[in-house]
């Protein structure tokens, strides 16, 4: 069970949700009885209800995530009364169309249950106090020209995110984690679909022992490639500061290679394949990556990497520079990186005979892979990507701001001392 709810909540809910249009919301919020504005510590404390296609799903008030870079959406948990969770997807306007690309994807992916629309049909619970008097009032709310469109979909199990974040684990598992994200992307790729917002936060992840299944989330950016094409040209720049290609920036570009780009950053931060500890220094480089968006530049991150001495096995190193390559005109996907991994798993002597077979058998798949391609005309990437120079330009970074961004009070020590 996701939320800690009583009789009285799901029955006061269903008196008001049942029978009214799908995307109808039972707000419980906590508000300023002097102000009506919401205490947002208080009310995150609490949920709320809503109705979508007949069936009523619970849903936080806690804003755990903000909208990645061009998003205008959301994801929270859910949960139907018989106890069943879902992810529930936010949009809010302006409302793409039904059949864009991303929902396609989802579609396509079995990760769409239902959708709803809500448009202004909203109801308020307030709950405060009046000179020290406690109270709470029932007001129904129109609001004009509101919409928001609530999507319900699978809920996959934890994010890899989720999980590197309450457990430290070996290095064995993070190089798993990494190889089947890895393959899950060749996947997508190899169905003509690009992702566009690869991180540790879109990717669940179910590990057992040393079998890891990894399977897609958040379909926000996702985009159909044409067929015969090396990639596609969107309408603004999305992604996540920090894991978005310079080409995406500076182009609207979105290949398989800003897909691969974005993995080596989700490998080499946040799970740690170096074996590093990169906790402070990945909380650096998104503080950089921000900065460096606001202020229109891109920026080299093996350049950034040595920069702040980063130690590096020498393979891997080269490996990541392939995969990093500021110029999407010389970048190469994640073959060389897979079959590095599996050297590393094969390596290690507690892995069973059952996952050596497995990745012998994905060793030869990629080499084949490899050779087919060597011996075929290697088409290059569409020259709009690239019809001017990506000059490279580093953020300003000084010696004492790393040694401030580094401290105990990083983003992430804080969250540590706090468990």
């Known amino acids: 069970m996701v939320f800690k709810l009583t009789e009285q909540d799901w029955q006061q809910a269903e008196a008001f949700l049942t029978g009214k249009p799908s995307g109808t919301k039972f707000e419980k919020a906590i508000r300023n009885p002097q102000t009506g504005n919401k205490i947002p510590h208080l009310t995150a404390r609490h949920h709320s209800f809503v109705i979508i296609d007949e069936i009523i799903y619970a849903i936080s008030n806690r804003r755990d995530t903000e909208p990645a870079l061009g998003s205008n959406a959301i994801v929270k948990k859910g949960q139907t ?3 069943e969770v879902v992810a529930l997807k936010i949009e809010f306007g302006p409302l793409k169309n039904e059949n864009a690309d991303d929902y396609q994807i989802a579609r396509k992916d079995g990760l769409i249950i239902s959708q709803g629309l809500r448009t202004g049909n909203l109801m308020t619970i307030t709950v405060g106090s009046k000179q020290g008097v ?4 029932s007001v129904p709310k129109v609001l004009a020209g509101y919409q928001k469109r609530y999507t319900v979909m699978q809920w996959r199990g934890d994010t890899i995110f ?3 974040e309450n457990e430290r684990f070996p290095l064995k598992t993070r190089y798993l984690l990494a190889l089947k994200s890895c393959l899950r992307v060749r996947e997508l790729h190899q169905d003509g679909a690009l992702h566009c917002d690869l991180k540790a936060e879109n990717l669940a992840a179910t590990i057992e022992n040393d079998k890891v299944i990894i399977k897609l989330l958040d379909t926000d950016f996702a985009k159909n490639m044409p067929s015969n094409s090396q990639g596609v040209i969107g309408v603004k720049p999305q992604g996540t500061p920090g894991f978005v290609s310079p080409e995406i920036l500076l182009k609207n570009y979105y290949s398989k290679l800003s897909d691969t780009y974005a993995l080596a950053v989700m490998c080499l931060f946040q799970l740690d394949i170096t074996d590093q500890a990169v906790d402070d220094l990945y909380d650096l ?4 990556s921000i900065d460096a968006i606001q ?5 080299d991150v093996m350049s950034w990497l040595e920069r702040y001495q980063l130690v590096i096995d020498p393979k891997l190193h080269e490996i990541l520079k392939d995969i990093l390559a500021f110029d999407v005109r ?8 897979i ?3 599996c050297e590393q798993l094969k390596s290690d002597p507690t892995i069973n005979q059952d996952l050596l077979s497995g990745i012998a058998e994905i060793e030869l798949s990629v080499r084949i892979q490899k050779i087919i391609l060597q011996e075929s005309v290697v088409q290059k990437v569409e020259n709009v990507a690239t019809a001017t120079v990506l000059t ?7 010696k004492q701001r790393v040694e401030r961004k580094c401290d105990s009070a990083s983003p992430r020590m804080m969250r540590k001392k706090q468990m």
């Not at 406690?134 to 009032?137: A, E």
């Not at 202020?295 to 920026?299: Q, S």
């Open 330 to 337: 010389i970048r190469k996907d994640t073959d060389d990186l």
């Open 339 to 341: 079959l590095y991994l």
């Open 285 to 288: 480089y998104q503080d950089d």
């Open 295 to 299: 202020e229109g530049k891109c920026f």
């Open 134 to 137: 406690p109270f709470q009032s």
């Open 162 to 164: 989720d999980l590197i």
């Open 81 to 83: 009364r018989a106890g």
């Open 392 to 398: 490279y330009q580093h953020p300003c970074v000084t």
